[in-house]
């Protein structure tokens, strides 16, 4: 073991997992081929709602190949009822949720059958003879129209489509005063309505299951997020004795939110490989993955703001629907309630109401898609903070100084009664509008509105918070989350001087290998090479919550600093013995111990063998040096930062081009800042992504229309601009690290600042909204469905002057 040679925190390496991922010399679920292995594929429903009236697989069980064909009514016995781990109230109507349909199916794509062959191409060719009858139901697509009276049903017998109702009232909940009287008293009133469209994960690698059935030792192995999770909910489902079942999560290729899940697929796979006593496996195509995988967003936003005239807010109403498709999956219900805590954002309002209604339609179910909840609370605050400036005739930016927390307010506690630990909101936005040349760019503005020019400039802006890093544990119980919020780890130092970090975080793509070796080499005084993080498998890895909820790092990367500052107490301990000194005189810097006031010095490596051979090891110190830690954190982890954007719009097409974007984020601490422009990027993509081009769209049957990239539009790099990022450091207090979360950042911030972009440079032409996606077909009709009574000055910062606005801009 050496020491080592400068300090690893906040140094940009190469992420060492990369040259694997990057060659091939990697092992995704996919690639794993077991001694007997036999292969799954799933039939699918092409209706949406319709009553299974029979299911003929003659034909199938008689082509080549085939082992097994089962149905819904084959596997009804056993299959259970997938798991929702979050009823967010205690009246929440959730239906039993198959894995395969038995008697009706309640969207397009969900699992009507499946057969085994001895090939995937046979198991595939074999689904192609499978007879199914429907009897179609009424379609319920429109989760409005789905709460008014006398609509159809998705579930007939709950009596209603509105599972649930989660409601906050600062006025109640003693964090604020009440929002009737901010309203009724208000100089100003803005309500607007907003729509998040439904979006599509599309991870990089589609979902895959590996089974292996051996009897007392079963093992499965996904392409998911939650190899812990995902034991304890099939063990529970399936009633496999928990010890009994390895889950294995491998590299894997993207989740945002998407592998975040109990899969249908995972169920059926070990239920077929009991069944039949073989290794199965299970792939889905693309189109299978965007027709049956969880989709995310699908909210409709009705936002009311109260301000006096001068543009200080004073109240903030929210009533939301939340889309949750056909059935709860496993957070499906709470990711808009993640939303509710940040719709106040980083601004000082006084009074607050968040009602959130979830309603069953027959889609493909909804859940955590990157930011789960608050990209949905970021955009419809940072919308209405641009249509009050437009209301007020301000700059939009002018604006949100005067109601944002100042940097010697914190902490904060926020009319949601959350405490913002650290922020300084002045310095990313000054910060933001030096590299963006923001005055600059409004007088470019100003000029091209004068001029008339048919390519108008727009201006957008996004200064966003998150609370992320998800937990802690008493805090999610409140909430009625069915888990902790707490994170292990363990540190093993081996006699030959290398280090091995156990994790219960689950990397799928983003750097935890890196990461965690960076700070253990800190923590210890290694060489960041000598240092192997072992994660994913629930029999090596034995406790731990998993990765989601940008948790990772504040939550899992302080459980092994804590573990390995166990270590280095045991090891100070150790050497004490062996120096013959006192424990208390003993410091330890760059893997070195050395006794104070003396020459006399011991390295780590030294101590290493002296407690693994324990020869002579003080009265009561087991042999070795591994530790172990569970972190919880005290509260959540607050990032904030300020995008800016600007658009050129071509008031002839509706096309819209990104001309330049810039970002200032504050993570706290910076472990590694190559990873974290990669985050940045990522989620920038991301966002960006949900502003101009993502959309999944059903017809009127409720078919998906959008199940193939040829018609969901994911952007590439050519279809995105160059970004210009910094970062702002304001340290966070909740975990010893000092840092927050950076793994949704972007897709929270992006989205508002681009649809605020595009709809500050038609303005002044009488647009007040543009629905996303902000298509150059819809920023077109939007142009042409203009209000004619605009006048064609624009007020200050682009926003249009108003007179009396009491009672609101409809």
Not at 158 to 186: H, I, K, P, Y
Not at 310 to 317: I, N, R, S
Not at 385 to 408: C, F, K, Q, T
Not at 492 to 515: C, D, F, I
Request: proline share 6%; with cysteine.
């Amino acid at each position: 073991m050496t020491t080592a040679a400068e300090p690893e925190v906040g140094r940009g390496r190469r992420r060492k997992e990369d040259a694997r991922l990057l060659t091939g010399a990697t092992r995704w679920t996919d690639n794993l081929r077991l001694t007997g292995m036999v292969h799954m594929a799933v039939l699918r429903s092409p209706v949406a709602h319709a009553r299974i009236t029979s299911v003929d697989v003659a034909g199938a069980t008689r082509m080549p190949g085939v082992l097994a064909v089962l149905t819904g009514a084959d596997l009804a016995a056993e299959q259970g009822s997938l798991p929702c781990a979050w009823p967010i109230t205690e009246d929440m109507l959730a239906p039993p949720a198959p894995s395969i349909a038995v008697d009706e199916v309640n969207f397009a794509g969900e699992a009507v059958a499946l057969v085994v062959a001895r090939t995937p191409h046979e198991a595939h060719d074999a689904l192609a003879a499978i007879d199914v009858d429907y009897e179609d139901l009424p379609v319920v697509l429109d989760p409005a129209a789905a709460v008014e009276p006398g609509a159809d049903l998705v579930h007939p017998d709950l009596g209603t489509n509105a599972s649930a109702t989660w409601a906050f009232d600062s006025a109640e909940a003693g964090t604020g005063s009440d929002v009737d009287r901010a309203l009724a008293d208000a100089e100003v009133v803005v309500e607007r309505s907003f729509r998040q469209q439904r979006l599509i994960p599309a991870f990089l690698e589609p979902r895959s299951v590996v089974v292996d059935p051996t009897p007392g030792s079963v093992t499965l192995w996904s392409a998911t997020q939650v190899p812990h999770v995902l034991r304890w909910m099939l063990s529970a489902v399936l009633g496999i004795p928990e010890h009994e079942l390895r889950v294995v999560a491998p590299d894997v290729g993207g989740g945002f939110g998407g592998k975040l899940q109990v899969t249908p697929e995972e169920v059926l796979a070990l239920l077929v490989a009991r069944r039949l006593g073989k290794p199965v496996k299970w792939t889905e195509s693309r189109t299978e993955s965007m027709l049956s995988a969880h989709h995310g967003r699908d909210q409709l936003q009705r936002v009311t703001l109260a301000a006096r005239r001068d543009g200080t807010v004073t109240g903030l109403k929210v009533e939301l629907l939340a889309d949750m498709g056909a059935y709860l999956r496993l957070l499906s219900p709470g990711v808009p309630i993640l939303g509710a805590f940040m719709f106040n954002a980083i601004y000082k309002f006084p009074a607050y109401r968040f009602t959130c209604t979830t309603v069953f339609t027959n889609k493909t179910p909804t859940d955590a898609y990157r930011g789960a909840g608050r990209p949905e609370a970021t955009f419809a605050i940072e919308r209405m903070m641009d249509e009050l400036a437009a209301e007020l005739g301000v700059d939009p930016l002018e604006l949100r100084r005067r109601n944002w927390i100042g940097h010697d307010e914190f902490p904060f506690t926020t009319v949601s009664g959350l405490t913002y630990d650290s922020g300084d909101y002045e310095a990313a936005t000054a910060r933001a509008v030096e590299l963006f040349g923001y005055d600059a760019l409004r007088a470019e503005q100003r000029r091209r509105r004068a001029g008339g020019d048919e390519v108008q400039l727009g201006i957008g802006i996004s200064t966003y918070t998150e609370m992320c890093g998800l937990a802690p544990s008493r805090v999610l119980g409140a909430l009625r989350f069915g888990a902790g919020g707490w994170e292990h780890a363990a540190i093993r130092l081996l006699p030959t001087g290398k280090v091995e970090v156990v994790t219960g975080t689950s990397p799928h793509g983003q750097g935890h290998e890196t990461a965690w070796s960076q700070i253990v080499a800190d923590r210890l005084g290694v060489p960041f090479e000598d240092v192997a993080v072992l994660h994913g498998d629930t029999r090596v890895a034995h406790r731990g919550m998993d990765s989601y909820g940008s948790r990772s790092l504040a939550v899992g990367g302080t459980a092994v600093v804590l573990a390995a500052d166990k270590v280095v107490a045991k090891a100070r301990t150790v050497a004490a013995h062996l120096m013959e000194c006192s424990a208390d005189d003993v410091e330890f810097a760059a893997g070195t111990f050395s006794v104070r006031g003396t020459s006399t010095t011991m390295t780590l490596a030294e101590v290493v063998v002296a407690a693994h051979v324990a020869h002579d090891l003080p009265d009561g110190v087991e042999p070795g040096l591994d530790a172990e830690a569970t972190f919880d954190p005290s509260d959540f982890s607050y990032p904030h930062g300020t995008h800016l954007c600007a658009v050129e719009v071509d008031t002839r097409t509706g096309r819209v081009r990104i001309r330049s974007y810039v970002c200032v984020d504050d993570v706290g601490k910076v472990v590694n800042p190559v990873i974290v422009e990669g985050q940045v990027h990522g989620g920038l993509a991301q966002g960006i992504a949900q502003a101009l081009y993502e959309e999944a769209l059903h017809d009127e049957n409720g078919t998906l229309t959008t199940a193939t990239f040829a018609d969901y539009l994911l952007p590439s790099a050519a279809d995105l601009p160059a970004f210009t990022t910094d970062r702002t450091e304001t340290p966070a207090v909740s975990n010893p690290l000092g840092v927050k979360g950076v793994g949704e950042a972007g897709a929270i911030a992006s989205t508002p600042a681009v649809v605020n972009a595009v709809v500050d440079a038609v303005r002044h032409l009488g647009v007040t909204d543009v629905e996303m996606p902000c298509t150059p077909m819809r920023v077109w009709k939007a142009l042409q469905g203009r209000r004619a009574d605009v006048p064609t000055t624009p007020g200050a910062g682009g926003g249009l002057g108003s007179t009396d606005t009491r009672g609101g801009a409809q």
